[in-house]
């Protein structure tokens, strides 16, 4: 889990049960428990629930410790712009491990008539509503980017992207940082 408290409701609320519940323990941005200190000889699977951005190192340090353990990450919320940022850092991070990552299972809503899913194995799916119905409007091999989104989703409204001001883009731009 994310934090201590977390984990030691889990604990008391599953009482005895044949594995271990532990927390990253990320204090601010610093760690306060090495990774390697979660990592025992014979585990056969880590599961980590809700990590975000802030324990993305933790998340990070904890999986390659595992080495060929699978690792299961729950809810992710790893990639808060504001925390990984969008600099260099954030790239070199994004490159290094979150690309590493397969989802297979994502549902985002987008907005009230627009959805992004994934089911593993099946491509990613940009679900669109329209007079009540919901249809697939495009699949993607790789999870589209927010450019090649906000282009399916205006193909798939029939909203075109002529005479916009640099304010309509401008608010794009802050859009895409929440993303």
Known sequence: FTDAGTAAWAKQGWGDVPFQCRSVDVAGSR???????????????YIIVAPTA?????VEKLCNQAGDVPVV???PRLEDVSIVGIGYAGRALRDRF??????????????????LARFYPTPWQVWVEKEGLWSVAAEELL??????LDGIISTALGTGQKGRSI???????IRALGR
Do not use: M
Request: proline residues 6%; aromatic residues 12%.
């Open 98 to 115: 979150l690309t590493t990552i397969e989802p297979c299972y994502y549902l985002r809503p987008i907005d009230d008539s627009v959805a």
């Open 31 to 45: 760690q306060t428990t090495e990774a390697e200190e979660h990592i025992d000889e014979g585990d056969k699977l």
């Open 143 to 148: 999870k589209p980017d927010t450019e090649k």
């Open 167 to 173: 304010f309509a883009e401008l608010g794009d731009f």
């Open 73 to 75: 990450i729950f809810i």
């Open 54 to 58: 802030v324990e993305v190192w933790a």
